[in-house]
T-cell receptor, first 112, second 115 residues
């Protein structure tokens, strides 16, 4: 079963606008990660936030984590056409072994 | 070198064929993974190797057989696959799986079509 659920499923914005994607999960986690996947290719790690952190920044990326609500958000500021991709949250949950479980993903389309 | 390589990039095989997917990394990572990804879906974990030992098998059918010959290589042997096994197969590696989280580095994937 999927650990992370993301919304929106798809997002279309203009270049220069901000994009916000949300992820919710069900069980306790040690950390939460965000990955990007360009069409049909491998995933690229964007950022990792640990369960004792509330916010993390990396360049134009800002990630928040609310463990009480079991949710995280990824904000991409000043989006570019090159940001067009699918974005997945991933949690490392212990279920008899540490497993990485990916959310359903948000497909972001940035129009030039 | 922060690259994970996978071969072949594309593979078409019949249901009676035997083929293998290969994955290689030279980052000194001690954990390696196989994922299966269907179109417009997230990657689904299949297997995890930690220090060359199989540590997680997500109830994958026996027609998929993983192998980790050494710390840099990971193979996925395929035999008697079904058309529904057609998907993108992704390999990844990370520093280790000793109860701590590390970012995973993914290869570009092998697009498998079973006819």
């Amino acid at each position: 079963s999927q650990q992370g659920e993301e919304d929106p499923q798809a997002l279309s914005i203009q270049e220069g606008e901000n994009a916000t994607m949300n992820c919710s999960y069900k069980t306790s986690i040690n950390n939460l990660q965000w990955y990007r996947q360009n069409s049909g290719r491998g995933l690229v790690h964007l950022i990792l936030i640990r369960s004792n952190e509330r916010e993390k920044h990396s360049g134009r990326l800002r990630v928040t984590l609310d463990t009480s609500k079991k949710s995280s958000s990824l904000l991409i500021t000043a989006s570019r056409a090159a940001d067009t991709a699918s974005y997945f949250c991933a949690t490392d949950a212990y279920t008899g072994g540490f497993k990485t479980i990916f959310g359903a993903g948000t497909r972001l389309f940035v129009k030039a | 070198d922060t690259e994970v390589t996978q071969t072949p990039k594309h593979l078409v095989m019949g249901m009676t064929n035997k083929k293998s997917l290969k994955c290689e990394q030279h980052m000194g990572h001690r954990a390696m993974y196989w994922y299966k990804q269907k179109a417009k879906k997230p990657p689904e974990l299949m297997f995890v190797y930690s220090y060359e030992k199989l540590s997680i098998n997500e109830s994958v059918p026996s027609r998929f057989s993983p192998e980790c010959p050494n710390s840099s290589l990971l193979n996925l042997h395929l035999h008697a696959l079904q058309p529904e096994d057609s998907a993108l197969y992704l390999c990844a590696s990370s520093q280790d799986r000793a109860g701590r989280a590390y970012e995973q580095y993914f290869g570009p994937g092998t697009r498998l079509t079973v006819t």
